[in-house]
Structure formats: C-alpha cells, structure tokens
C-alpha cells in the first residue's frame, strides 16, 4: 500500500526522465509487496541512482533491504527517506525497527547506543500519527523489552496498550495480554485472549495469541485445542487451517491433517498480514523433516526460496536436510 503519494512529484516533472523515475518507483513497490525483493531492490537502487531525492523509492529501498536481513544498510536509506520527508511517521516507524532488528543481535553496549534511536523513532512515528496502532504496538514492545536505564518502562508501556484500546479492541486485547505474559501472569493473558476471541470470533488474532502462548510452554495439546474450536466456528477459514498446519509442523503432531491444511493453504490467495505461500511450504518442509522424509523437506524449502529468498528459517532447513 502506497504510504504518500508521489503523483505530486509526477505531476510536477517537466521532464519525461523524471516521469520514468516514478514509473519504475512505483514498479519497485509492486514487487517489494509481491515479496519479489532482490527485483524491487534492483529496481529500487535503480531509482534511487538516477534520482536520489526520490523519497519514496529511498523509503522502499530500506524495507526491502530490512526484508533482506540487511538492517544496518535498511537504516541508512530510511534516514535518507526521512532528511526529504521528516514529517513521514512511517519511515520514523520503519527506521526505529532496523535499529531495533540491529540490538537484536548486538552486545550490550551496542544495544545500550541503539535503544535511545529506537525509542525516539518509535515516539516520533506516534507523535506524527496518534492513530498508528502498529507505531503504537513497536513503541509498547519497546518499553518491554528494553531495560529501565536504556528507556523501557512498563507502566509506559500500558498507557500504550490503554491508548491502543481505545483505537481497536481487539488489538488493544492483545497489547494488554503481552504484557500480562511478559510479567508471567498467563491466566490474566489468556483471559484477555479469551474476550477477544468471543467478541470477534472470527479473527484469528486471538487464536494466534493464545496458541503462541501454549506453544511457548510446549503444551502442544492446549494450542491445538485453540486452534480446534476456532476451526470449528469457522470451518472455511484458510488462516485458521495454516494455524493448524504451524502447529502440526513445530509438535510434530497430526502431521496428516496438517499437510492437508497447508496444501489447501497453497492455492489460497493470502490476504495482507496472512502468511505467504512461501511459509506454507516452510511448515511443510518441517512436517516431512520430522517424519524422516529429507528429500521432501528439501524439495519443499527450495521451493519456499524461490518465493522469498529473505525467509532465514527456509535457508536454514536446507542446511539442515541437505
């Protein structure tokens, strides 16, 4: 989805070279959201040469690049995008999320440099925005996650989830059961899952919520039987069968009705936000890992590859199983 339009800038060129430049910015972002990411970031890097105050082919630049695993370079382009578009909230979001994917990796004292960039872009994507829920949920992670002395803070972190609430309830539901989880009060997480799940049954949020939660427990037996009364109340549902196929895939359990379920899920068109095919066929390579079958694993890591080369736990399979 286009974040801000560049039909103004196409409207002022004068010139068709920089009619051109647009054209090709905006197939840059056509296969950025196909998730054919080395072709938008060649395309991009493209625009980007020929027209470096191009904010928006810079801005798709960097998530392309964050995509790809590259967050230190995603960063440079995103502060680029942001120095011709400082009121862009998005670009202050997506930026504040390549620093955050650097301190995921990074030792304390590189994370005690990073956390203060984190969290001033997360704030400044609110302050540009106060109805950005997803801005919201990155700055509440972040007053969880990071420590008292590098900004976190959870009584911050609520006011976040009352105002995330107070904008969509049922992802207000979810902020305030993942900070119940963070502070191991898992009855008060899934009772909260629980109200979400009755006042929109069927959203799959809720389920997701509360499945992760078991299978962070490894009780396995509990996640499936969310799963299963979903699947019951909304027995066409194709995100609730890719749930039931995750989870046959990380047990190891009903590896029959889970291949099924995600081979139904192939020839599904997933909508925003669902999962692509691509982790369709990773779940699948797991199951056939897990029976012993590598031939099948591999065949079907390969294939989640050649629809997004990004995917780590894909790269990783084939290594496992090669």
Known sequence: MRLWACAGILLAALDSGALAAGLNTDEG????????????RATLEAVAREDPRDALALYYLGRTLLAQNEPERAAAWLEKAIALEPGNGPAHQWLGR????????ANVFKQASLAPKIRREFE???????????????LMEFYIQAPGLM??????????????GRRDRLRGSGASGRIAEYEKRFDAALAEYGRAAREFPERIEPVVWTENLWIGKKDYGRAFGA?????????????????LGRLAALSGER????????????VYEPKPGEPGRAWAHVRLGQIQEKR???????????EALSLDASLKEAREGVKRVS
């Not at 972002?29 to 938008?40: G, K, M, Q, S, V």
């Not at 390549?98 to 990796?105: F, H, L, N, P, V």
């Not at 590598?294 to 890591?301: I, L, N, Q, S």
């Open 29 to 40: 972002i056509r296969l950025f959201e196909a998730r054919r990411l080395p072709e938008a």
């Open 98 to 105: 390549a620093w955050g994917q650097q301190a995921r990796d």
């Open 124 to 138: 400044r994507a609110v302050q540009l925005d106060a109805e950005n829920v997803d801005a919201r949920l990155d």
């Open 151 to 164: 900004g976190g803070s959870l009584e911050k972190a609520r006011v976040e989830a009352a105002e995330i």
């Open 227 to 243: 799963v299963d009364a979903f699947l019951e109340r909304n027995p066409a549902s194709m995100p609730g069968c890719y749930q």
């Open 255 to 266: 590896g029959g009705p889970g291949v099924e379920c995600l081979k139904r899920y192939l």
């Open 292 to 302: 012993g079958d590598r031939a099948a694993a591999r065949r079907e890591y390969e």
